[in-house]
């Protein structure tokens, strides 16, 4: 028997310099010519690309599962190729069991929960302002710092480690697999994180106090407590969230903002604008360009003979500027509403953190433009990651900016200054 060919097969390698370079031509190339196509890069995996197939496989749990198997190799099951990280719940679960744990989770990042957080974040927004607003000149992605230390703090953890964090659990996504970084971050990063956040968990065992890892110490799944694992799972998976997403979406708006000097002052005259602004730079800087499924029995989707144990790529990033969606979808509009963005995911394993990481972009974009209006970038001096298959953004944006006065009579964290 002749086995099927595998196609329509595509030269599509997301983890790649070449697809760092254009990531949206590289997207748009595949939507318009095969937006369900194969590829043979890590191992092979279809990838999805137009609003349309983004859809309708994230809602379909039955075929596409986020279940950690052994399929695609060992480790985290929504990236491709997987990372060494631990087992994460509820992202790597599917229904029925997904549900009770996602429950918990929903209990600490909903609206009226994220809302009684919005003096801790301003703290931290305020804080990591204060550290240069002094100097004129700094480096504009120290923002990217500022949710890690929040998750971090959130916790209950010492958000004075909070760059130790993003040391571990972000370079798995933002580093070449091959590079001496991510070994760094697997082999070193990655083991001191595991260790701490374990002490943490015994110690609120002990002594409970109101973070949300108390919560969840707290929290019934199938009534019953969660165990030592599944705490420490649920709390990685919060971490390797909080240390990137909404620094890859604020880096690459600020830039954005700086090269569109126009709707910058927009916003600085009307801060109320922010908030839809923020929607739109989640559609056009999805901070999660993509996550993976993995294929459950042999299926025709689109078109397209998917195969049991197959990966599957789905991105948001492309799916945002599908233009059967979006008028002008390449063009950056702050006043679009409504905006069906996936920025946050669909179905059951959308973003439980969307809450939080708006309320920290709207609070670190509306700080920098009311502080450092006139910031200045040093264009030439960007450093973007150098793989920008998960999350896109900037390691540095050098800038210079009229010096302002600190507003903490004390720094965030004293021993570190």
Not at 64 to 86: C, Q, V
Not at 370 to 383: A, K, L, N, S, T
């Amino acid at each position: 028997m002749t086995e099927q060919p595998r196609c329509p097969i595509v030269h599509f390698d997301h983890h790649s310099a070449e697809h760092a370079a254009d990531h949206v031509g590289a997207y748009r190339e595949l939507r318009e010519e095969c937006p369900v196509a194969w590829t043979d890069a890590h191992g092979g995996f279809w990838v999805l690309s137009d609003y349309p197939s983004v859809f309708e496989a994230s809602r379909d749990d039955d075929l596409f599962s986020s279940a950690r198997s052994e399929h695609g190799g060992e480790g985290l099951a929504i990236i491709i190729p997987k990372a060494p990280t631990a087992f994460h719940i509820p992202i790597e679960l599917d229904p029925p069991q997904f549900r009770s744990y996602r429950k918990a989770v929903n209990a600490v990042t909903s609206p009226a929960a994220v809302r009684r957080l919005t003096d801790v974040i301003d703290k931290f927004v305020t804080g990591f302002i204060d550290e240069i607003i002094e100097t004129g000149e700094a480096d504009l992605a120290f923002v990217a710092g500022v949710p890690a230390a929040v998750t971090v703090d959130w916790l209950g953890l010492d958000a004075s480690e909070y760059k130790r964090y993003v040391d571990a659990m972000h370079t798995l996504v933002s580093a070449p697999p091959d590079s001496a970084e991510y070994a760094h971050a697997r082999d070193v990063a990655v083991p001191w994180v595991e260790k701490t956040v374990r002490a943490h968990i015994a110690a609120r065992r002990e002594q409970p106090t109101d973070d949300a890892t108390s919560a969840f110490l707290a929290a019934e799944v199938d009534d019953r407590k969660m165990t030592d694992d599944e705490i420490y799972s649920i709390l990685e998976l919060l971490i390797s969230g909080g240390v990137g997403t909404t620094a890859s979406l604020v880096t690459q708006a600020l830039v954005w903002l700086y090269r569109n000097p126009g709707e910058r002052q927009r916003l600085i005259d009307d801060p109320s604008m922010i908030d839809v602004a923020v929607e739109e730079f989640l559609r056009v800087f999805s901070p999660t360009q993509a996550l993976a499924r993995t294929v459950t029995r042999d299926a025709e989707f689109r078109g397209a003979h998917l195969r049991a144990g197959d990966r599957a790529l789905m991105s948001w990033a492309s799916a945002n500027r599908d233009p059967r969606q979006f008028d002008d979808p390449d063009e950056v509009d702050i006043t679009r509403w409504p905006n069906k963005h996936m920025a946050f995911g669909l179905g059951i394993h959308r973003c439980a953190g969307s809450h939080l990481g708006r309320a920290m972009a709207r609070a670190m974009i509306g700080q920098v433009l009311e502080r450092m209006p006139d910031y200045v970038v040093d264009v030439d001096g960007i450093v973007r990651y150098p793989d920008q298959g998960t999350n896109a953004g900037y390691h540095s944006i050098p800038c210079s900016f009229t010096p302002g006065k600190r507003r903490l009579a004390s720094p965030l964290f004293p021993r570190a200054s």
